[in-house]
């Protein structure tokens, strides 16, 4: 991005003479192809004439030879949706006709360009979205000025021929088009109606436009078959406090298996919003406990622990035995997030001493990488050291143990961090010495020579310990 002018160049730039500027804009148009082509289009053509440039511009970028690299695909596609998407989307505003059509030929294009390069850094797809979005805001203007009567059979057509337009592109920009023409989009969809992939699209429209007259009407018929659409009416319906409403929706749903279980999350979390919006307590807390009691989520526990701060330790001792029965991994992370430190010293000592540091690869599903730094931080601050270095040694030995070299940096900070919460071990711990784990792990992996020598640049006061005999 180009550096903003300083004050006193702004001022220069003012001062200079209309002659003066006329032959810089001249000089840069001659060296420079991008500023030649945004000057003819902006300022030197009528608006028709930018479309018609454009267009010739695109099938000459269009007619190279197929490039399978990475990058040159990569630059191609970026450089077509700023120098073809982006000014075509703005001379929508003043040639919505011209415009509207260019960009069908252009999106009937798409597949055979992608073809012919290389699309996996995804950048193809920004281009495509500049395209969308002008055609729908060029079909906006023309639906406006009572220039395209049949929006809703255009809308099909694309949607017929473009894998990728569909109803949410329409409402991720309703700004563009506009809540009539989306109607006019939705009622033709419902001549359709006969097809279950156009009464879908007529169905999240409807969400879009808040129609619950439409929706309860689908939803009384049986004709919703899409479940993330299920999802957003029950949304819908409780952001409009129809509360009964979303309840038996969502009930109706996870009784009838009808959600993954993904969806199956989000229909409880929904669910529980209900409840907390009536201020139903006994329903929500047993919502609580029986979807921690499926997926040990710690969200639902804290929730728990929203509804009942004054929590018996019966209750407590209930949400630990739950996680258990999913296994150690999930018992630990919970230990963990609710800062259970006397615990976890004792229940991490035990596994460190039984299994040295191999205990964490069969928990590390559970317990990521960015969840023991995070937790580990707040242990040492609440002055449990002894989890605080176990689990940050844990984190060493696995990149050392799987070779992770790309993670060796990472590695280091772990070490470094272990060595500074040790100072707050107490004097009777009977862990391992921050002396002989390294030794231990030196033993171990003393040919990993670029791990070794970053932690002597951080780290030398370990240089004595760094021998092979433990």
């Known amino acids: 991005m180009a550096k903003k002018l300083t004050q006193k160049q702004q001022e220069l730039l003012s001062n200079l003479s209309a002659e003066t500027l006329l032959d810089l804009v001249k000089t840069l148009m001659s060296s420079n192809d991008m500023v030649n082509n945004y000057v003819v289009r902006e300022y030197l053509s009528s608006k028709a004439d930018a479309v018609k440039a454009i267009e010739r511009e695109y099938r000459k970028r269009a007619r190279r030879r197929p490039v399978y690299d990475y990058w040159q695909s ?79 059979r255009h809308y099909v057509e694309l949607y017929d021929s473009d894998d990728h337009f569909e109803a949410s592109v329409l409402t991720d920009d309703l700004h563009l088009l506009g809540h009539q023409a989306l109607q006019v989009i939705r009622d033709y969809l419902c001549l359709l109606d006969g097809e279950e992939r156009y009464r879908n699209e007529a169905i999240v429209i409807s969400i879009a436009l808040k129609d619950l007259e439409f929706l309860a009407q689908h939803y009384q018929t049986k004709r919703f078959t899409n479940t993330p659409s299920l999802l957003k009416y029950a949304e819908l319906l409780i952001d409009e406090l129809l509360l009964d409403q979303a309840v038996e929706v969502l009930t109706l749903c996870n009784d009838n298996n009808q ?195 970053r932690c002597l640049e951080t780290l030398p006061q370990i240089d004595h310990m760094l021998t092979k005999s433990a």
């Not at 990149?399 to 590695?411: E, I, W």
């Open 259 to 453: 959600f993954n279980r993904v969806e199956r999350e989000q229909g409880n979390r929904l669910l529980l919003r209900v409840y907390q919006e009536e201020g139903n307590a006994a329903e929500a807390k047993a919502l609580c406990r029986a979807c921690f009691a499926k997926t040990a989520s710690v969200f639902y526990y804290t929730e728990y622990l929203k509804l009942a701060p004054q929590q018996s330790e019966a209750e407590r001792q209930d949400f630990l035995q739950l996680a258990r029965t999913h296994g150690e991994g999930y018992y630990i992370k919970l230990l963990l997030e609710l800062g259970e430190g006397k615990v976890l010293d004792q229940l991490l000592l035990e596994l460190q001493t039984q299994q040295a540091d191999s205990w964490y690869e069969q928990y590390k599903s559970q317990l990521s990488v960015s969840l023991l730094r995070r937790e580990t931080s707040k242990l040492a601050k609440l002055g449990f050291a002894v989890s605080a270095v176990i689990l940050r040694r844990v984190l060493v030995a696995n990149v050392l143990k799987n070779a992770l070299s790309q993670y060796y940096q990472y590695a280091v900070s772990d070490l470094k961090k272990s060595f500074d919460y040790a100072k707050a071990l107490p004097a009777d711990s009977t862990l391992e010495s921050q002396q002989a784990f390294l030794q231990r792990i030196y033993a171990q992996h003393y040919r990993k020579h670029s791990f070794w020598q």
């Open 74 to 152: 990569h630059t191609f596609f970026i450089e077509l949706a700023q120098d073809i998407g982006d000014p075509l989307f703005q001379l929508s505003a003043q040639e919505p006709d011209a415009v509207f059509k260019l960009i069908r030929t252009l999106l009937q294009d798409v597949e055979r360009l992608c073809e012919a390069h290389d699309t996996s850094s995804g950048s193809w797809f920004e281009y495509v979205s500049v395209l969308h979005q002008t055609w729908l805001k060029a079909a906006c203007l023309l639906f406006k000025q009572q220039k395209l009567p049949n929006l809703g």
